[in-house]
């Protein structure tokens, strides 16, 4: 039922029809949302995400890459940027921005006087209300707002920033609909380790400890110990952001995914040459090779054994922070190792 009225939202050019086409809609995603069943989340987003992509024009995976923006930051500011329990969406409106700084109904819903007040929150489920509660207004809103400029990529970037005010908002927001748009699906939360598991290899936690070269710092990542030449794997679905010479890390790269992560793989004896900047790489995919390069000018080696430095970033609007990977490289080993034996007891 969802996909053909989905259909017919878009064939539909009547603007009273468009209406009751979304309305009809939008009752059914919230009613799906709400009684979804276990693990059906990304099903549910899917069909937010196309709804919002018919009555826009857009595409979904624009859509779903504003939302995934949103929700990063959702997540990083649950206080500052509540959403209800059963919430889908990830974008957040403040009341203020939603009703208009000057209406003294910060919780208006009527979008006559929301638009009146110079408010943003705006009926994307058709039924007459601009509802900041519900998931089909809210991200139809904040989507809308990115496309007053146009929907063209330069458009949409004027659009992006002037919304957030950020060039590292327009920049996340571009990265995820590449993630999406290459390989169409939401489902992008698969990982790996980054070195394959029949190499000989060793690793403990690291986080913290003292680093003298260059100043006094602290190690902000894991060092995983292997032989000069073991290949190096991206850890999972995401867009190549850096790749060169840092007088620290030496020949690094740098992979942003979908959760809005960065990973960080440094030390390296070289890259994959078929590798730049921008490409979309998967999990399991070679970047490179561990080495030890590092601590000097551009092709420093040897100053410490073979090893690949491992860190993870996490974006926070204005700037990243890194935390410790150990726990994440473990459990991914472990799934890894799970799978593999499974697949071998399969005979597959």
């Known amino acids: 039922m969802l996909e053909r009225l989905i259909t017919q939202t878009i064939r539909l050019r009547h603007p009273l029809r ?10 059914a995603i919230v009613s799906h949302v709400h009684g979804q ?43 500052e940027r509540p959403l209800g329990e059963h919430a889908i969406s990830g974008a957040y409106v403040a009341p203020e921005r939603w009703a208009g700084a000057l209406n003294p ?22 039924d007459g209300m601009a509802d900041r509660n519900n998931d089909v207004d809210r991200l139809y809103s904040v989507v809308r707002q990115t496309m007053l400029q146009g929907t063209g990529v330069d458009h949409m970037a004027i659009g992006l920033w002037e919304y957030y005010q950020s060039s590292r908002a327009v920049l996340r927001v571009q990265q995820f609909d590449k993630l999406y748009s290459a390989f169409g699906t939401l489902n992008l939360s ?25 100043g006094v710092r602290i190690h902000e990542g894991t060092d995983i110990f292997a032989g000069q030449g073991v290949p190096v794997r991206s850890t999972c679905y995401g867009v190549v ?11 690094r790269i740098g992979i942003r995914d979908i959760d809005n992560l960065y990973h960080y793989y440094a030390h390296l004896s070289g890259f994959d040459k078929s590798i730049r900047t921008g490409d ?69």
Do not use: C
């Open 18 to 27: 468009v209406a009751a086409a979304a309305a009809a809609l939008g009752f």
């Open 37 to 79: 069943e276990p693990g059906g989340e990304d099903k549910a987003r899917r069909e937010l995400y196309d709804h919002v992509a018919a009555i826009t024009g857009l595409t979904w995976q624009k859509v779903a890459a504003v939302d995934q923006y949103e929700r990063s930051m959702t997540r990083l500011r649950p206080k």
């Open 105 to 126: 109904n910060s919780e208006d819903r009527s979008p006559l006087s929301i638009a009146l007040f110079g408010g943003i929150g705006r009926d994307g489920s058709g």
């Open 190 to 214: 698969k990982h790996v380790f980054p070195l394959p598991l029949n190499s000989v290899y060793s690793y403990r936690s690291t986080w913290g400890n003292r680093r003298g070269w260059g």
């Open 241 to 251: 952001e850096v790749k060169g010479w840092n007088k620290f890390g030496g020949w």
């Open 280 to 348: 979309i790489v998967e999990p399991g995919r070679v970047i490179g090779w561990v080495g030890s390069s590092g601590y000097g000018r551009p092709g420093t080696q040897g100053k410490f054994p073979p090893h690949l430095h491992y860190g993870v970033y996490r974006d926070r609007g204005l700037v990243e922070w890194a935390f410790d990977p150990y726990p994440l490289l473990h459990n991914w080993e472990r799934s890894e190792r799970k799978a593999l034996s499974s697949r071998s007891k399969g005979g597959g």
